[in-house]
């Protein structure tokens, strides 16, 4: 139950407790996750990075998780809201599994009721304040989907959530083809994540790639990219530049 | 029949163990009308006797669709029928809404069956009077279950409930090993011999009967009288024979009354 004080505040009455009981802004958040549909199944990758605010302050952080025997889900947004929903899809699976009668929830049942979770929140102002991506295999069928903290949801061969949309998605729309063999999807998934790692600032260098098959998940150890920073153009930046004065003639 | 000390509620138990008004609510069951079902691995045939209450009224309706891959038909009380059909019909939207994938059939028939044990163990409620031949997908091919009025529930290969049933019944008993590779024509003609039986006697018509079929590739629907009629066609040369298998004589197809001949009809000359 909450009890509601209301302040006198000039002209203004505020309910004090009932503000503080909506999320208003998120605190320690996970940065893009990209995922693709390959040969096999899925392949996903993300960092390992929580920020508070400006400060890479955790970097054990997994972003994504399997989600009974066909699923596997990745956020990125905020971790709190994140495990408040791997504590809903463990409900979920808990009881799909205790029916033990031969059904069980595939990617895109997880998908759309996580769908219907993030939307009914947002209808309440009261968001779960996550971007999630799902992908699974149930009986050969490949499954990849996306869902944001306000109830949009769809279906691609290919997503990423946050600055993956605008660096990671244009090199997929390029290069991804429906027939990637495993080598082929993880080096992709590199090259995105290493233009993530290079341009986004909540990035760090400590990686997961996960892949999802018939099988079931895998989810990599975490690892680093290679990366190279003696470009002469870093070594004296604004040569060139418009509205410099500095030329490399 | 029993009329005791144990059986004014259905929260009083008799000294030998048994809820009397349970067992009164399936009697209700066996006074309505017969239903039947039956399947294969991959389709489920609901077939039911049209009862009317007068030559001037329209006949029950006693099948029901519930969603594209469900339906149920019905024996007893069809008001309280009614009911649970409208109830399995909310239950599979919202799973379909929520998880945008059909509810599977045996996970209704269990939120049936916890409904109506419910109505068994309050002392303000009585036990719906209703029984249930549920007939659906899921993943892993088709089932039909009976919901009784107790709570239970059971799978069956094939059933029939309702007033001479147990004619029915003992027709599909002979039959019902094959039905798992039956194709969907055999199904839908082992449906409508079964309901033959418990007419007893009255001459099948497609008016007498409604069938309705669901399968792995086809979604709930009812037969149109046409189609019925054919196949009563195949084999319903004259009313005594049993088992008409051959090719269809120029059975001529009685046009269509509402509300069904009574049982004093003369064997018509069909030939």
Known sequence: MTFTIQIENGTEVRNAEADSQRTLYPYVTGTSVVAIKYKDGILMASDMGGSYGSTLRYKNVERMKAIGKHSLLGASGEISDFQEILRYLDELTLNDNMWDDGNSLGPKEVHNYLTRVMYNRRNKFNPLWNTLVLGGVKNGEKYLGMVSMIGVSFEDNHVATGFGNHLARPILRDEWREDLSFEEGVKLLEKCMRVLLYRDRSAINKLQIAKMTEEGVTVSEPYSLKTFWEFKAFTNPTVGAEGSWLYDN | ?271
């Not at chain 2, 599909?172 to 055999?186: A, K, Y």
């Open chain 2, 1 to 271: 029949m029993f009329r005791n000390q144990y059986d004014t509620d259905v929260t009083t138990w008799s000294p030998t163990g048994r809820l009397f008004q349970v067992e009164y609510a399936m009697e209700a069951v066996k006074q309505g009308s017969a239903a039947i079902g039956l399947r294969s691995r991959s389709h489920v045939v609901l077939a039911c006797v049209n009862k009317a209450q007068s030559e001037l009224s329209s006949h029950q309706r006693k099948i029901f669709k519930v969603d594209d891959h469900i339906g149920v038909a019905i024996a007893g009380l069809t008001a309280d029928g009614r009911v649970l059909s409208r109830y399995m019909r909310s239950e599979s939207i919202n799973h379909s809404f929520t998880y945008e994938s059909p509810l599977p059939v045996g996970r209704l028939v269990v939120h049936l069956a916890d409904k109506a044990q419910v109505c068994t163990q309050r002392s303000w409620k009585r036990p719906y009077g209703v029984g249930l031949l549920v007939g659906g997908l899921d993943e892993s091919g088709a089932h039909l279950y009976y919901n009784c009025p107790s709570g239970n529930y059971f799978e069956y290969q094939a059933f029939a409930i309702g007033s001479r049933s147990q004619a029915a019944k003992t027709y599909l008993e002979r039959r019902f090993e094959s039905f798992g590779d039956s194709s969907r024509e055999d199904l839908i003609k082992d449906a409508i011999l079964a309901v033959r039986e418990t007419l007893q006697g009255e001459t099948l018509k497609s008016s007498l009967c409604t069938v309705a079929i669901l399968g792995v590739d086809e979604p709930f629907h009812f037969l149109d009288q046409e189609a019925i009629q054919k196949v009563i066609d195949t084999f319903e040369k004259v009313p005594e024979e049993e088992e008409g298998e051959d090719e269809a004589e120029a059975g001529a197809a009685q046009p269509a009354e509402q509300g069904g001949a009574g049982a004093g009809d003369v064997a018509p000359m069909e030939m």
